[in-house]
């Protein structure tokens, strides 16, 4: 329990000394999941996952065959030329792949070359913002993916918030992105479906989105992890007629919806300059992604396994997402969630704070994602979102619904 317990304080932007003298790198607070999967280690006594833990503050979908689905593959073949170097662009096969997915089923015009490969879809969306030309300013949800706002920190990118809330339902009008910015050059930063909320943008909303980015004094940057989790799935690539004449990045993953993120790999779409930008940084800040790992996401995006993947996981996890709400609805709870991800946004009645709902949780081995943490402005204990909270049914088998709706009334109601 210590070792939880110092994980946490050692984050807390104090500088730290060593035998050496004071620490070479800058002290930074890890992504508010891990806080709250540090304290619930040390409250608990062990870490979340484990036997008789209930993860809903995780965001990882399941990672067996779902109801429909495709068996996930077992091994994967590889060579002694997959043990060289991988290419800093990616694995071709993997690139034509990726754009044959896209061109299939959203009538994508692109090819091998728009595509590059990442170890997922994080370290694609920081290598894009940290190669942001000086004069480009971001424009980002308040409520938004929790890392964006220690990717913006950290690369020192200038970024103005658009207001998402309780009162536009967290789904704010599109022309608060694509009105004047701040700055005489923006990127929109965008993740759709989106993570806290589930709220989808598709056909009209992305239509204004890449007409706005098609400007030259104007981008795109769209994670598109949650693809999968819509019924039917949606991508921003179904609206761009020429992405090699834009701004426009396009992210994607195995992670969530090929049910794979152990693998780590993920993707940018993008113009053929800026891939061949992106690939030149590989070249010396990454050395390419794992072959093995890059052979297996070759496996999950066989033509014929991906027909079977696009019908069953919106239709699993759209069950989970209706029934679980159905259950936080007759608890009390006010729900804000969109037709998408696998996550409910909930606000908790009687001005419960989440932090307070996570300290009943924990003893029951459950654990929650505080609104705050979700907070673009990171006002902590201050922040408005203080009374919202993520639960995650990514990772839950349908099972467990009955013990999970238990155990948060129980924590709800003490």
């Not at 913006?152 to 009008?173: I, M, Q, T």
């Not at 009209?204 to 007409?211: G, H, Q, R, W």
């Amino acid at each position: 329990m210590a070792d939880f317990q110092s994980k946490v304080s050692d984050f807390r932007g104090v500088e730290t000394a060593t035998d050496c003298g004071p620490c070479f790198l800058k002290p930074m607070p890890p992504m508010g999941i891990y806080e709250t999967l540090y304290a619930f280690g040390a409250a608990f006594g062990q870490p979340m996952g484990g036997e008789g833990t209930h993860p809903w503050s995780q965001g990882y979908p399941r990672t067996v065959q779902l109801p429909g689905g495709p068996e996930l593959p077992a091994h994967v073949k590889v060579t002694s030329e997959n043990l060289l170097y991988p290419k800093a662009w990616g694995m071709p096969a993997l690139r034509e792949r990726i754009a044959s997915y896209y061109c299939e089923h959203y009538g994508a015009s692109i090819d091998a070359e728009n595509v590059m490969v990442f170890a997922g879809g994080r370290p694609a969306t920081l290598a894009v913002l940290l190669f942001l030309e000086k004069g480009v300013g971001v424009r980002v949800a308040s409520t938004e993916y929790t890392p964006y706002y220690d990717m913006l920190e950290r690369l020192g990118v200038p970024y103005d918030l658009v207001e998402s809330d309780a009162e536009n339902r967290f789904c704010p009008p599109i022309e608060n992105y694509t009105s004047p910015p701040t700055h005489s050059r923006s990127m929109m930063l965008v993740s759709n479906p989106c993570n806290p909320t589930g709220v989808t943008r598709s056909s009209t909303d992305i239509e204004s989105l890449v007409a706005a980015a098609s400007s030259p004094d104007c981008g795109l940057l769209i994670d598109e992890a949650y693809e999968m989790f819509h019924d039917p799935p949606v991508s921003a690539l179904a609206k761009i007629p020429d992405i090699d004449q834009t701004n426009i990045f396009v992210v994607g993953a195995a992670t969530k919806g090929l049910q794979s993120p152990g693998i780590r790999i993920g993707w940018a779409i993008a113009s053929r300059r800026h891939i061949e930008i992106l690939g030149n940084f590989s070249s010396f800040g990454m050395g390419g992604v794992s072959h093995p790992s890059q052979c297996y996401a070759l496996e999950l995006l066989e033509k014929n396994r991906i027909e079977q993947v696009r019908s069953a996981v919106p239709a699993f996890y759209g069950g989970q997402r209706q029934r679980y709400g159905e259950a936080f609805e007759k608890m009390g709870l006010r729900l804000f969630t969109g037709d998408g991800g696998f996550y409910h946004w909930c606000e908790i009645p009687g001005g419960m704070t989440a932090t307070e709902l996570n300290q009943r949780l924990f003893p029951e081995g459950a654990a929650i994602l505080c609104g705050n943490d979700c907070d673009m402005r990171r006002f902590g204990s201050l922040s408005p979102l203080r009374n919202f909270f993520r639960f995650s049914f990514g990772p839950l088998a349908p099972e467990s619904f009955a013990e999970d709706i238990e155990i948060l009334q129980r924590a709800l109601d003490a």
